[in-house]
Each structure stands twice: as structure tokens, then as C-alpha cells.
């Protein structure tokens, strides 16, 4: 790997192991009244957090970096991993650095977690987003509207100074900029998947989490054009997978790697989905808050936290399947994960209706072990690729 | 959420059969009927959800309403609930998610034959009622693909702040104008009649008052009710189908007679193996029941004489007991603020407000946490519940776990095990000399 490369990569991956939110601190340092909002996957509107001056912080557990101590005893065997390490990380003072905390509409543990937080951390910021499930603008836009107001009135009062129209227009440019870096990447990553393996690419999303949004975007820029230029790259005979139901609790870094060494190119996933939640751009002009609105009623992707009537999970799936050239499917999610276990079956009907190979297996974000998985993967390379040549 | 039929007991004759068990039975039994003919008569059927049901609004329509979870416990109280369970777990289902679901599903793919042994129609609606519980959004995903028919989708906000914003009425009041009634109009035939509505209203309000009374009973003692084991069966015609009919006031007027006469005679409460003879613990219960071994569980608690005198499981479907009643002089928003107020609804820092005044306000000794696996919207942070109550009553806690349906996660020796010893520790603080 080359050296401007191998910096970059060593900069993600700093990031990504930084659990104690050091690169925070540092940020809230430089100057004197700054401040932080965490937020929990999958989407906020960091827009609004940004405009106000304050830096918008992705939580995502502590994937298999992170001794539980404590956060075991506040949850029973059957449910998933990310909230005891997201409680353990509280508790053990790593998110000291934030000001306040969002706990977005995903499922039923997310949404008691905040509660939790509340009865715990009682002099800090706390809300639950519950964002509609009703995408009529006069229903649950005018909701919607409401609640985006109240955080806005929230985070303004937290930063001690309104928050703009200007300064959430700007923001929204920002956040523009930040969406379409990543979807360039991914496009990037669709059709050379061998330049930009998703165990790398992985890492600069996550940087996305800690980082301001210029910066990641800078961040991305320098990826996609450092990456494309290394030649030691070559396409391998690999099979071309779209990976499902990694988009909360987190998959460690060794699952990612195992699936590229089982001989798959992942061009497409749900992973980190909040960065990408919203299709196009917001517009720039008129009322910037109507804008976010009406971008989340209608520019969402389709995710599994979200009320989808008419099979539209399904037909995102084989969409993306087909428009990524890719030859299955693996759903991969979290033990005890709600949202992507209780759709699943929708989403195999639907891939078996169109002709698609698919596999399914279950991890942890403390996982360590992938030899069952790896085996699991190859094979399932292995049969499409037959398949596909058959 | 409950529609059982009154308690079997093993020998009948020890069990007083009570005016109110026999009207109850004959109130589910003609409802399945119902629900049998339903395609013959050309009556439309909605399924809908317990928590956030909007009964009054779907009998003005004429529309009979069918419950899933209902159906579910009541297969898990007839042992059916294990095979459909699997059946779904072979189609694909995760064993991971909720049995209720799994349930549901496998006594669809079994020929949806109800647990009372009727056939049951398919929906000619789903309205979903989204309330409390993010698993019922993906439960009526399925049902729509499996049947094929329109859904009707309620978002209600969750109240983590403990408050009725205006907002969120408005928000819910605006579904029902323009997504949930115009759905119901297109099914039923009819239009949307408020002074219908308002009159089922007004009956609901009055078999609210009545339940409230049977509930808060308790705080005699000692207490003529269980209000968990028990109370299961006395909100059942609430929470299910009879919500604003005059069966329902009837049933909660004679229901509330019965048990202001046990109060009189000062006895405990009817169960299963009997009367309840001597009250040696009163408890209040967190989590819903155990319904695959729901007799044998409740015998834990009979045996030891065990009385739950509160139950934050028979608020699910509304929380008539801190004040709520529907008004019919603001139909829309009184049915907005019945479905914001369920618990399950409820954040985590006023779910621990209401289990705190309910030891409290009904002389708890002690209280138990059922935590089921299949229930996140429940059990997430209820062992935060145990360490809040604990610390801030001084009273301890007890901490069991099973499931709704799945027969394969009741332990029983394990939960009669760890109920004695909770029961026994009780009993230890009881008697241990007071501290200076």
C-alpha cells in the first residue's frame, strides 16, 4: 500500500478505535463553549446539531474492543449487545465528553434505552426522536415540523445562541456535501469493489461519527481518489454480494475482513445507514426546516425501523441487487435484533419471487470467532458463482 | 390483554362460579361465533392491536374487531401455542423475535383455525395501530403480505417525557381524519357517524369508572381480587371487543358488585384451586403473565399466599386507574389520548412513578418483575425498574423470566424456586427487629 494511502487508512482506523472519544475532547478544546450531542443509530437530523454549533457524535456500541463490567447487569441473556456496551461506555465516563444524548426511533430497545438514560444520567439532555410513520405532509409533515422546532428550541438553548435559518441552510449544504461523498464512494465501491474493499471503506464511514462533516467529507475525497490509484489492486474472481441488516449494532472489523477472504465483494450493504439516510440533496432555499421535512418524508431510503406497507423493503432489495451488478444476498444481522429478524422473511420472499441467491447468519458485535462464518460465506460464493456460470 | 374464559378449576365444585365468570365466557364465546359467521352475514372484519384499540370507533362502522396478541395468549392457554411456534420457526421465522408473532403466524399457515376452535375470517382490514410496541409495525407487514389487503397505519407517538404534548394529539386526531376513518368508510360501506361513536363513548366511560373501582379494590384487605392473575380476566372484555357496548357495562356492573361484596365479607381472592384463605404477601407485579403455564404459575403465588394487589400488565390496554376516561364531547382527541396514555407507551422514568405509587398506595410487601423474552417493549430496563423501585421504596425486589406463548422458556422449578426464596426473604424482613 502506498504511504498517502497507508496514513490515510492509519487515520480511519484511529477513529474507529477511539472508544473514549478522545478526537471529542480535542474538538470541544480548541475552543472554549463547545459542545457535543451524541446520537445512537440510525437517523437524527444532524443538521440541526451542527447549526448549532455543536458537534453531532455517533454512537455505535463497542464492538469487540470493549470489556462489559457493568452493562451486562442491566440487561437480560435475549437482548442485543449494543445497549450494555453503550451503557458501559457510560458508565465507565468514556462519553463524558457529550453534552447531551438522542436516542432515535429504531426499534423497542432504543427507544426504553433512552429511559434509561434518563433515570441514569439525570442532569444531562436527553430525548427519544420518534420520527413519523405517516409520510403525508400535512399529517406527519406537520408533525414532523414540530419536533424538529423543539429540538432546534432545544439545541439553541444548549449552545447558549439561536439557531439560524442561515446557519441550518448552511448546514444543510454541509450535510449535502458529507451524502454525497459517501454516495460516490459507494458508486466507487459498486464497480471496483477489489479498490475499495468494504472492510476499508468501512473505517472512513465510521470517521464520519467523530469527525466534523467538512472534515469527513475531506476525509472521504482523499479515499476515493488515494484508493483508486493503487495499482497492487487487481479484480479477483470474487462474487458480488449485497450485505443486509447491519444497519444499528455494528459488525466487528474481523467480519467484514472474513467475508472478503470467503471470496465476497460486498457492493452494496445497510451499514451506518443515518450517514446516508436521506437519498438526494435538501434543497437550499426557502424554509430550511420545511426542506428537512420534506426530505425525510420523501428522500428516506427504505430501512426496516420504518413503516413500509407495500413490500417497499423488498423491492429495494432486488433493486439494489440488480442496479449493483451483485449475484446474492447475505443477511447478516444482530442477534436479537428486532427490525432486521422480523422482516426477514419479506425480504427472502421477495429475493426468492425475483430468482436470488441468498444465505443468513447471525453475529454479535463482540463476536470473535469466524471460522462457522467464513466457511458459511465461501460456500455461498462458491454456489453463486457456479450458478451465475452455469 | 386478556379474553380468557373464566378459571377452570381442577375440581369444580370447590370454585364459587361467580354471575360474572358466566357472562364473560358467553361474551368471548358469542364474539368468535361472530367472527365465524362474519364472511357468511357479510360483516367485515378488522385485526387490530390491544394497546391503542379503537373499539368504539370500529363498532360505529359496524366492523367487528379480531385481536392476534388475544388469539395468541389464548392459544398459549390451550397449549396450542408450541406447534404454531415452530411452524413459523420452519417458514422462516427467527427464534430470536417475538412468540406472539410466531404464533399468530403458525395458526395461519395451520389454517387459522381461532383457540376456541372456530375457523377465523381473513381481515378485510389491518388496522395497525402502532402503540408502545415497534414489533406490531412488522407483525401487520406480514399480515399484509400473507392476506393482501389494506392497511390502516396509526402512528402514536411515544410519551418518553410522561406528557401529552398538544402535538401529538392533533397528530393522531389528523390520522384518524384523513388515513383511518376514510379506510373504515371504504371497508364498511358507511360513513363516519360521530354521535354513534359518541354514544359508544359514553359507555365505555362508564364501564372505565367500574373497572377502576374493581381494580383499586384491592387496597382493601384483605384483597377480594388478584389484580394480575385475576386481573387479566377482568380487563379482558375491556381491551378486546366490548369496549362501548352495553354487554361491557353490564359485565363491569355486576363484576363491581361481586367484588364489593367480597369486600364486605372481608374474603380473598377466587382462584383456580380455590378461594384464597389467608393473605400472607401482597405484591405488586411488573410484565405480563406467562401464558402456556399460566394456572401452574399463578398456583406458585396461591400456594404461598401470594396476592398481586397491582399489576402494570392490566394497564396495557389504558390506565383508567390514574384517571383516564374516554369523553365522549371530544371523541377524536379522546381516543388520541387514550392510546398516548397505554403503558407500554410510557417512558421508563413514569413507568417506575406508577410502580412506586401503586406499592404505595396498596400496601405492597414486595414486588416481582416477570420479564418475557419476547417482549422488548417491556423488559428493556426493567432490571433498572428493580434498582429504582428498590432504592427508592427500600422495599426489594424479585426478578423472573419466562415467555408469553413459547412453552419452551417456562422453567417451572426454576421460577417456583426463585419465587419461594423471594417470598422467603420477605418474610425474613418481616420479622427482623426494626432498626433503630
Known sequence: ?390 | MSTASAPKPDRAADVQKEESMRLQKQMIAGHYEDLERAPAEGRKVVYTFVPGNLTELLSSFDLLPNLPEINALQSGMRKLSGDYIQEAEKQGHSEDVCTYVKCDIGMLKKGNIGPTGRKLPPPDLLLLSYTGCFTFMKWFELLRHEYDCPVAMLHVPYQSDGRIHPHHVDYIVQQLRTEVIPKLEQVSGRRYDEARLQDSLALSARAEDDLVRVLESAKARPSPIDAYFGGVYYIGPMFSAFRGTREGVEYYRVLRAEIEERVRQRLGPITPDGPMAEERYRLVVEGPPNWTSFREFWKMFYDEGAVVVASSYTKVGGLYDRGFRHDPARPLESLAEYCLGCYTNLGLPSRVDLLEAYLRDYGADGFLINSVKSCNSFSVGQLLILRQLEERTGVPGGFIESDLVDPRYFSSGNIKNRIESYLQMLEQKRRAPAQP
Open chain 1, 1 to 390: 500500500m502506498r504511504a498517502e494511502l497507508a496514513a490515510l487508512v492509519q487515520r480511519a482506523q484511529q477513529l474507529y478505535d477511539d472508544l473514549d472519544l478522545a478526537t471529542v475532547r480535542a474538538w470541544k478544546d480548541a475552543e472554549p463553549g463547545r459542545k457535543a450531542v451524541g446520537y445512537l443509530p440510525i437517523y437524527v437530523p444532524r443538521e440541526l446539531i451542527d447549526a448549532a454549533g455543536m458537534l453531532p457524535v455517533g454512537l455505535l456500541g463497542g464492538g469487540d474492543r470493549l470489556e462489559i463490567i457493568r452493562g451486562d447487569a442491566y440487561f437480560q441473556s435475549y437482548i442485543c449487545h449494543l445497549p450494555r456496551s453503550t451503557i458501559e461506555l457510560a458508565l465507565s465516563h468514556r462519553l463524558d465528553a457529550l453534552d447531551g444524548m438522542l436516542f432515535p426511533s429504531i426499534c423497542d430497545v432504543i427507544r426504553n434505552l433512552s429511559g434509561m438514560w434518563a433515570l441514569l444520567f439525570p442532569d444531562r439532555y436527553v430525548r427519544y426522536v420518534d420520527v413519523p410513520q405517516n409520510y403525508d405532509p400535512q399529517v406527519g409533515g406537520a408533525y414532523w415540523r414540530r419536533e424538529l422546532e423543539q429540538l432546534r428550541d432545544d439545541f439553541g438553548r444548549m449552545a447558549g445562541r439561536p439557531v439560524t435559518d442561515d446557519a441550518l441552510r448552511q448546514s444543510i449544504e454541509t450535510y449535502n456535501l458529507n451524502r454525497r461523498a459517501i454516495r460516490d464512494l459507494y458508486e466507487a465501491r459498486s464497480r471496483h469493489p477489489w479498490l475499495y474493499p468494504t472492510s476499508e471503506l468501512y473505517l472512513f464511514l465510521r470517521a464520519g461519527c467523530l469527525l466534523p462533516p467538512q472534515e469527513h467529507t475531506q476525509l472521504l475525497r482523499a479515499y476515493l481518489q488515494q484508493a483508486a490509484r493503487e495499482s497492487d489492486r487487481r479484480e479477483q474472481d470474487q462474487s458480488r454480494v449485497v450485505l443486509v441488516g447491519m444497519f444499528c449494532e455494528q459488525p466487528p472489523l474481523g467480519l467484514l475482513l472474513t467475508l472478503e477472504r470467503a471470496g465476497c465483494w460486498v457492493v452494496d450493504d445497510d451499514l451506518l445507514l443515518g450517514l446516508r439516510w436521506l437519498r438526494g440533496d435538501v434543497p437550499l432555499d426557502g424554509d430550511p426546516v420545511d426542506n428537512l421535512v420534506q426530505a425525510f418524508l420523501s428522500e428516506s431510503v427504505a430501512a426496516a425501523s420504518r413503516y413500509e406497507p407495500e413490500g417497499e423493503r423488498g423491492r429495494w432489495l432486488v433493486e439494489s441487487v440488480r442496479r449493483n451488478g451483485a449475484e446474492g444476498v447475505i443477511f447478516c444481522a444482530p442477534s436479537f435484533c428486532d427490525p432486521a429478524l422480523l422482516e426477514q422473511p419479506l425480504l427472502t420472499a421477495a429475493l426468492d419471487r425475483a430468482g436470488i441467491a441468498h444465505t443468513q447468519f447471525k453475529y454479535s458485535e463482540d463476536t470473535g470467532q469466524f471460522a462457522v462464518i467464513r466457511e458459511q460465506a465461501g460456500t455461498f460464493s462458491d454456489s453463486i458463482r457456479l450458478w451465475s456460470e452455469a
